[in-house]
């Protein structure tokens, strides 16, 4: 690899045409740069002779799961690409997914079971046998129900791998689960759009950007998030000459290719978004036959937003009256073909149930919602039963006290669980498994976290890494990788064709690590649960899934995918549409949230502007990075070793700190979270500082991601639970900051290098 891949190289190679490279041109360098150090490891395997299988799978570096086949050379994995045949990645891998096969051979992962030796957190452990290992667990989860009651055992699971173990924890106890999806990432949106239209968007969410005429993101990092199949259809929609509008206090990726830019003032979405709503319905420009025949609640709304003015959300939002006046009439002109990204990761600032009920009604008086361009139907797909029914009745749930948080989902919204870890109260929580989810890296004030890890009974770890949480585990279990292991058949009726696909051992997992059915299974058993996941091994368990498919096992080993017949995408013109709300219509103005207590229209709630001298913590994704689970690879951490600070160039100049300097970062509290080089750029307000989530592990155990960067977490003395959802609204931060004289100097990023032919990372 003597040559350097150019942006414009790697775009003619993949196929697009210029508008689509500049949509994604913070990560193709990245991209084109992992693809060819792993296709030189392929290439010196296949010179060294031999057959080199493909076996197709699904790629598990983010939660995207784009089809991979890993090739695999005498029982080596040397590589991974795309798998053609996956409808949504047809192909296609990020950076992170050609980088993914080096999590096997991780010189860091945990491949025998352990025991605690020293104290929690420290990190010191003994090597014990499965046997003792899930005796040890299975005794004291079954202490912990018999002297506390079942709900006393909780559980943070993340991830596919999960599934079965959940199954079991349902069957066993009360399901005291606190999930990140809903706690920390999509919560509102799902509670939003369910009372709105009887259903979420889905995931991967059913944006039409095939058809669509313009797009609207509102603080969604399109190109530096890097959802494969998403950024493509993106591209491709821009590339069609798709208008574009961003609101953003920071200028992204995806702001760099608006029409129209709005560089609003955090925590004001909502305000903009019911003066979109005010300008629709003020001049009508709203589909008015849409929303006769499906919708219920327009003259409640029409009312609410009478003074939600462009001049009024001016005022708010820092922005010019007479731009925010011209989106919704340019949105009015596309109609209904307008796509609005309602985001992902959505726990800003505590009001967010209410912003993504604007977004929903916004979709609504646009007829975007089951129409052309705008957002399309789920597709049905069936499969056989995979787990053990639960064993509980409503009222095993564990209570929220006070009545808050009225649409908390399945799940227990993380300030509850630890208020029931460290005071007992509403019920006492005495154990805890992590499964997967970095919790202390996912949940705010960290500390707290730390506290309560300190004071449960018992905690036990199921992972692949030595992440933080794993450190404060009485026992840990290690389990096999994405590319080890069989999981749950994926199934997708949220994609235009829809399809299940399988997740299948590419390699044996190193030491002893197990797949996540064999774990599950062994401490059912120990439980007593024997009714539970009573298949003998995960391959029955499959061939069981697939049944309604009509494909067995070895079919789908050789496939990889199936495809399912769809359904209709978008509804019958002129025909009225089945919404699964309480009235049967899309419901404006929500009676069912009305008897909740929740506001039956959308509010706009001011959020605390910054003290003097300290600066709003915005934070987000890298290209090539996922969470802070891929901090340890050795290939992702050359591309980018280290986070870094956006801030204003006017600030920085009043401060003395210039492009690349070592800046200190302090919490509110006035302590120190280490030092990242500034990135000064006039393409962030002034008022707010930004960063990559995911960095400054404080696991020594990972030696390559340790004390890398500076782990925005650890900034995080604030949080603002959503007053609906309970989710963690996780932008109320301040930090100041201070230049620093250099302490490190960290490897430039691999994209500014000529990698040397055949590198091994």
């Not at 980088?99 to 030796?117: E, F, K, N, Q």
């Not at 003032?265 to 305000?271: E, F, L, N, V, Y």
């Not at 030491?511 to 062994?522: H, K």
């Amino acid at each position: 690899m003597s040559k350097r891949i150019s942006r414009r190289d790697f775009f003619r190679r993949s196929g697009k045409g210029a508008a689509a490279a500049g949509a994604v041109a913070a990560s193709t360098d990245l991209l084109g740069l992992t693809a060819e150090v792993a296709r030189a490891d392929r290439m010196k395997a296949r010179q060294q002779g031999g057959r080199v299988e493909e076996i197709p799978s699904l790629c598990e570096m983010c939660f995207w799961r784009c089809g991979i086949l890993g090739q695999v050379k005498d029982g080596e994995l040397i590589g991974l690409r795309g798998n053609p045949e996956h409808p949504l990645s047809r192909g296609h891998l990020c950076a992170r997914g050609n980088a993914g096969y080096l999590v096997h051979s991780d010189p860091d992962r945990l491949t025998h079971p352990l025991i605690r030796t020293g104290k929690r957190g420290e990190g010191e452990f003994r090597r014990a046998s499965w046997d003792e290992a899930l005796d040890l667990v299975a005794s004291n989860m079954l202490k912990i129900r018999k002297e506390h009651g079942p709900s006393a055992m909780a559980m943070a699971p993340h991830g596919m791998s999960a599934f079965f173990m959940k199954s079991v924890l349902k069957h066993f106890s009360t399901p005291t689960f606190s999930v990140a999806s809903f706690g920390q990432c999509r919560g509102p949106r799902i509670a939003a759009f369910k009372h709105t239209f009887g259903m979420d968007v889905g995931s991967p969410e059913r944006l039409d950007f095939e058809r669509t005429k313009m797009i609207v993101l509102l603080g969604s990092h399109i190109g530096e998030n890097v959802h494969t199949s998403q950024v493509h259809a993106f591209a491709d929609a821009l590339d069609r000459r798709a208008e574009l509008a961003v609101a953003d206090p920071r200028f992204s990726v995806a702001a760099s290719k608006a029409d129209h830019y709005l560089p609003i003032k955090p925590g004001t979405d909502t305000a903009l978004l019911l003066a979109w709503i005010h300008v629709l319905l003020e001049e009508d420009l709203y589909d008015r036959a849409y929303i006769a025949q499906n919708a219920t609640g327009l003259s409640e709304l029409r009312a609410h937003v009478k003074s939600c003015t462009p001049a009024w959300a001016a005022r708010i939002t820092e922005l010019p009256e007479a731009q925010i006046r011209l989106v919704p009439r340019r949105m009015a002109r596309a109609m209904p073909a307008v796509v609005i990204h309602p985001g992902r990761h959505v726990t800003w600032y505590g009001n967010d149930q209410q912003r993504q009920r604007a977004i929903a009604i916004l979709m609504a008086l646009l007829g975007a919602w089951g129409r052309p361009g705008g957002v399309f139907l789920p597709s049905r797909v069936k499969l056989g039963p995979c787990e053990c029914p639960p064993q509980i009745t409503p009222d095993d749930h564990f209570p929220i006290p006070g009545g808050r948080y009225p649409l908390a989902e399945d799940c227990l919204p993380a300030q509850v669980l630890l208020e029931a870890i460290l005071t007992g109260k509403p019920r006492p929580v005495k154990g805890m498994m992590i499964y997967g989810q970095n919790v202390i890296k996912s949940w705010p004030q960290p500390e707290r976290t730390r506290r309560a890890l300190l004071a449960l009974d018992f905690v036990v770890a199921v992972d692949i890494l030595p992440t933080e949480p794993v450190l404060f585990a009485d026992v840990v279990l290690p389990e096999a990788a994405y590319v080890e292991r069989y999981d749950a058949p994926l199934k997708v009726g949220s994609a235009k064709t829809p399809f299940v696909a399988l997740r299948q051992p590419l390699v044996a997992p190193p030491g002893e690590a197990r797949g996540p059915f064999e774990i599950a299974r062994g401490l059912a058993l120990r439980l007593g649960e024997d009714a539970c996941l009573p298949c003998p091994n995960v391959e029955l368990v499959l061939e069981r899934a697939l049944l309604p498919l009509g494909v067995d096992l070895e079919t789908m080993r050789a496939r990889g995918v199936h495809r399912v017949k769809p359904g209709a995408p978008y509804l019958a013109e002129g025909r009225p549409g089945r919404f699964y709300t309480k009235t049967g219509k899309i419901e404006l103005f929500s009676e069912s949230l009305k008897e909740l207590g929740v506001d039956p229209v959308p509010r706009w709630e001011p959020t605390p502007d910054p003290p003097r001298g300290s600066y709003r913590l915005l934070y987000g994704r890298s290209p090539v990075h996922s969470f802070g689970r891929s901090q340890n690879n050795p290939l992702l951490c050359e591309i980018d070793p280290v986070n870094r600070l956006w801030i204003n160039d006017q600030e920085a100049a009043r401060l003395g700190i210039r492009d690349g300097d070592e800046v200190e970062i302090f919490d509110s509290a006035g302590k120190s979270a280490g030092s990242i080089p500034a990135k000064v750029t006039p393409g962030i307000r002034s008022d707010c500082v930004y960063t990559v989530h995911g960095f400054g592990s404080r696991s020594r155990l990972l030696h390559r991601a340790h004390d890398r960067g500076v782990s925005d977490t650890e900034l995080m003395l604030r949080s603002v639970p959503d007053k609906d959802t309970g989710a963690t609204g996780m932008r109320v931060s301040w930090v100041t900051l201070r230049k620093v004289a250099p302490r490190r100097r960290w490897p430039r990023p691999l994209a500014s290098r000529r990698p040397t032919r055949g590198r091994q990372p």
